[in-house]
């Protein structure tokens, strides 16, 4: 009864609590009706190749599902990626960013990528151009890395090589310890010829001999070392060229099945009208509008109190006349 005796006392002011919530919930109903119609398409991302399963997946363990969500999220909210599906669509990129929604189906790896556009020729070639462009960001960038690592180490082999071919041109194309050998087997001979030399001529030229041999032995000596630390830095590369070639072959699978024709289901473009946003954003309205009809009525009452107060104090303060 007391809610009811309320009602009565605000009299005709109890419309200001219908009416204000009715017209604050109407106005973003009537935007969304009125507003141009909306088309959307969806791109559903497959990665049942992709997240999970083999050692060399790129996603893989407890949280990949997640993770590989997290990723494609990231990725279709770069500028750079914006900006590369308003290029091969021709689409401005800030309407493409608007347009753009991703959202995780369930807790599963699947990826559900929406585009909602008031053109309906638009709505399937930029969702289908932005999901196939996040993959292929995701997986080129790996396929990337493992080919600069197989660079990297096919530049050290080369390296090796060419200093390698530049020992062997100074120890006439044979191996350091090949030319060590062969040079030292000769030596004694010579040395043997100068001591049974009678000329003295003759053993001054022999012993120039043995001393100019001896100081290519000595180069030689030298020559063996840097060889045997070329062949061990060539060994070593040749190893990691085919642990990183590995890493590009399983990078090379990964990114051939983030393919469009693999990885991506394209809905058909279908009327988008948002009930949920229209339910949140007109129940929300509404409950605003219901707070300001109660504030502006407590405040009314309030006032007016104050007004019927004000005449009453003067009058019992007024002093008795004869």
């Known amino acids: 009864m007391e809610i009811l005796d309320y009602f009565k006392a605000i009299g005709r002011r109890f419309w200001v609590l219908v009416l204000v919530p009715l017209i604050a919930g109407l106005v973003p109903l009537a935007y969304y ?5 909306q088309y959307a398409a969806t791109a559903t991302i497959v990665p049942t190749a992709l997240v999970g399963g083999v050692r060399t997946n790129q996603y893989r363990g407890s949280d990949a599902d997640k993770f590989f969500v997290n990723n494609v999220t990231g990725a279709l909210r770069t500028n750079r990626l914006v900006d590369q599906v308003a290029s091969e669509t021709g689409v401005r990129a800030p309407q493409v960013r608007g347009g753009l929604k991703v959202g995780q189906v369930g807790t599963s790896a699947f990826v ?3 585009y909602t556009t008031t053109k309906k020729k638009q709505a399937v070639p930029v969702v289908t151009a932005a999901a196939a462009d996040a993959l292929h960001f995701l997986f080129q960038s790996q396929y990337d890395v493992a080919k600069g ?8 082999v080369d390296q090796a090589d060419d200093g390698l071919h530049a020992i062997s041109v100074q120890t006439g194309g044979r191996t350091p310890q090949d030319a060590y050998a062969a040079l030292s087997r000769g ?5 043997a010829t100068a001591a049974r030399a009678k000329d003295t001529t003759g053993a001054a030229q022999i012993n120039q001999q043995v001393a100019a041999a001896q100081t290519q032995l000595a180069s030689i000596a030298k020559l063996e070392g840097q060889y045997l630390s070329l062949v061990d830095v060539r060994r070593r590369a040749v190893n990691l060229r085919k642990v990183a070639e590995q890493h590009e072959h399983d990078a090379s699978l990964q990114l051939a099945a983030a393919g469009p024709q693999s990885s991506l289901v394209v809905g058909k473009v279908h009327r988008s009208f948002p009930y949920t ?5 007109a129940g929300g309205g509404a409950a605003g509008g219901l707070f300001v009809a109660v504030g502006y009525l407590f405040g009314r009452e309030v006032w007016d109190g104050l007004r019927r107060s ?13």
Do not use: C, N
């Open 277 to 281: 946003d229209v339910l949140t954003t």
């Open 33 to 37: 009706v009125l507003r141009p119609t």
């Open 187 to 191: 030596l004694p001979g010579l040395q």
């Open 310 to 322: 004000g005449p009453r104090r003067r009058s019992e303060g007024a002093p008795a006349t004869a």
């Open 112 to 114: 559900h990528v929406t």
């Open 149 to 156: 690592e197989v660079d990297a180490a096919q530049k050290q």
